[in-house]
């Protein structure tokens, strides 16, 4: 239950932020309760990231004020958001990949033993924190050798052993499965009953119901509305996002003619990937979709020649670039 007495836990107020030549945010007004999960949602460019990146310390804000519990605060640098308890997992990694997994974890936070780091309390706390969360990782492996779904746990993970009173989500599912995304839907749930405020920040509206409390929809730099998420529907928060109103939320699209056949990839193999065969029609946008690991940029990676080819055969307008 949100107190009505106690200080919002987050309070961002007429906050504005000018580039050169680029107003990113004008007067936008931010409150996270404890114990909420709110999301931030607008198209490209609506000012989420530069918001929650003055949050996080980043930037400074143009003009505005800032209120953790209450008190009023400057953030100079994202070690002073961090010391306030801002966690953030940003979309741009900021692993070192020759660390293992476990002094990533903990790098800038060293557990010590007198003068020494203690790497074996840092293993056992990278063991402990992985299995709550349910993320299947060798903490021992190098960062460079995970995959990007990998390292994203690894970026959440890093947020969660902050024990960060907000942390700040920035498309953390964008590189799960659906698998890895209901475990991190869980720890969420379990974080915000703790009281840690979550912002979250992501483009899919499926995802709001299964864990949003409140949703504060921007576009074009401004705070258009802040709505209560499992009485909005999807339709409304387009709209709201677009400005426009929309008369299918997934209109059907009417299907051009065939062109002719311009690229074709015949019984492709490689590491992944198991004999694929597709069209490229000339005039078409063609789809590959998968859930992370089916191979879907393997296949294409061989095709450029970013990646060995096993067999197979590639034309391009009926000539072999194979």
């Known amino acids: 239950m949100m107190s009505s007495v106690a200080a919002p836990l987050v309070e961002m107020t007429g906050i504005s932020k000018e580039f050169p030549g680029v107003k990113a945010l004008s007067g936008v007004h931010l409150k996270v309760e404890r114990g909420e999960v709110h999301v931030l949602f607008g198209e490209n460019g609506a000012g989420k990231s530069t918001l929650i990146s003055i949050l996080s310390g980043v930037f400074r804000p143009t003009s505005g004020a800032i209120r953790i519990a209450g008190d009023e605060v400057s953030f100079h640098s994202v070690h002073d958001a961090a010391k306030a308890g801002i966690g953030t997992v940003f979309q741009e990694f900021s692993l070192v ?5 476990f002094e990533n974890l903990y790098l800038g936070r060293e557990l010590m033993r007198g003068p020494l780091t203690d790497r074996r309390a840092m293993l056992a706390g990278a063991q402990r924190l992985f299995a709550e969360l ?3 990782i060798d903490v021992t492996r190098p960062a460079s050798s995970l995959s990007r779904a990998q390292q994203q746990m690894v970026e959440i993970a890093k947020a969660f052993l902050s024990n960060a009173r907000v942390l700040i989500l920035d498309e953390p599912t964008a590189s799960l499965t659906e698998r890895e995304t209901e475990r991190l839907f869980s720890f969420i749930g379990k974080a915000a009953a703790s009281g840690v405020g979550i912002i979250y920040i992501s483009h899919r509206i499926q995802e709001f119901q299964k864990i949003a409390d409140r949703i504060s929809i921007l576009r074009d730099g401004r705070l258009i509305a802040t709505v209560p998420a499992r009485e909005t529907s999807e339709r409304v928060l387009i709209e709201l996002m677009t400005g426009r109103a929309v008369d299918q939320v997934y209109p059907k699209i009417a299907r051009r003619a065939d062109g002719p056949v311009i690229m074709t990839l015949e019984g492709l193999r ?15 946008v063609l789809g590959c979709a998968g859930l992370v690991g089916s191979g879907k940029s393997r296949i294409w990676r061989a095709a450029m020649g970013l990646q060995p080819l096993q067999s197979g055969r590639i034309t391009l307008k009926g000539r072999d670039v194979t």
């Not at 490689?270 to 078409?284: K, N």
């Open 97 to 101: 990949p020759t660390l293992p997994v």
């Open 134 to 136: 349910d993320f299947d």
């Open 270 to 284: 490689t590491a992944g990937v198991h004999g694929a065969s597709l069209e490229v029609r000339a005039g078409e």
